[in-house]
Structure formats: structure tokens, C-alpha cells
Nanobody, 125 residues
Framework: QLQASGGGLVQAGGSLSLSCAAS????????MGWFRQAPGKEREFVAH????????GYTDSVKGRFTISRDNAKKMVNLQMNGLKPEDTAVYFC????????????????????WGQGTQVTVSS
């Protein structure tokens, strides 16, 4: 249902853009988000976007560097990542939610019903 792409290897300070393609059914849900998981660490929230209003939310460590957006025509959600740091290295997952909640709800993995396969982002120092 969700297909993530766009990961790769980049030097610190560089940029990458991740994309997540969704089915029509999935894109008719409430929100979509990006999470990441580094080796030996728990999956952590990165950003989310409301599919109806476009309102967004970010974890503090990526504010001002990452931008989440949606393309309704293509049924895609993108994550533009600028000013990448080695600590951004992780497998990035996109996810979709059909559940209603407040902004903080969408920072939790259990808010999401569908998950895409991960895409590796590696930032070298």
C-alpha cells in the first residue's frame, strides 16, 4: 500500500528527498507520517502531515531542516531533508493513519495503520 523511495548516501550538510507513494484508499485516510530507526534504537517520529488540511508536525531535531509535503494528484507524501547530519542516519519509514487524533497522537507509531518498507539514509561526516 505504501512505497517509499529516495534514500541514499550523502555527505553531512547535503540534501535528500524521500517519497512515499500511496494507494487511492490509503491516501483517503487522515494523516501520513515519516519515522526512522537507527541501528540499536527504537523507531522514532520524524514528521507528519494531515491529508485534508496539510497541517504538519516535526520532531524538534529536524525542525528547520526537514519539510514534509503532500502531492494530492500523485497520491504521494514527500520528505525534503536539508542540512543532513550523521545522526540522521537511519532507515526511514512512511506510514498512513485512518485514525483521528490531535497533533501529538500522530507522533506515535500506534497511530498508524499501514507502513511502507524502509529506505536507508546514510549521512557521512
Amino acid at each position: 500500500q505504501l512505497q517509499a523511495s529516495g534514500g541514499g548516501l550523502v555527505q553531512a550538510g547535503g540534501s535528500l528527498s524521500l517519497s512515499c507513494a500511496a494507494s487511492t484508499r490509503t491516501f483517503s485516510g487522515v494523516a501520513m507520517g515519516w519515522f526512522r530507526q537507527a541501528p540499536g534504537k527504537e523507531r522514532e517520529f520524524v514528521a507528519h502531515i494531515s491529508l485534508s488540511t496539510g497541517m504538519t508536525g516535526y520532531t524538534d531535531s529536524v525542525k528547520g531542516r526537514f519539510t514534509i509535503s503532500r502531492d494530492n494528484a500523485k497520491k504521494m507524501v514527500n520528505l525534503q531533508m536539508n542540512g543532513l547530519k550523521p545522526e540522521d542516519t537511519a532507515v526511514y519509514f512512511c506510514a498512513a493513519s485512518s485514525q483521528y487524533g490531535d497533533t501529538s497522537y500522530y507522533t506515535k507509531p500506534h497511530a498508524y495503520d499501514d507502513w511502507g518498507q524502509g529506505t536507508q539514509v546514510t549521512v557521512s561526516s
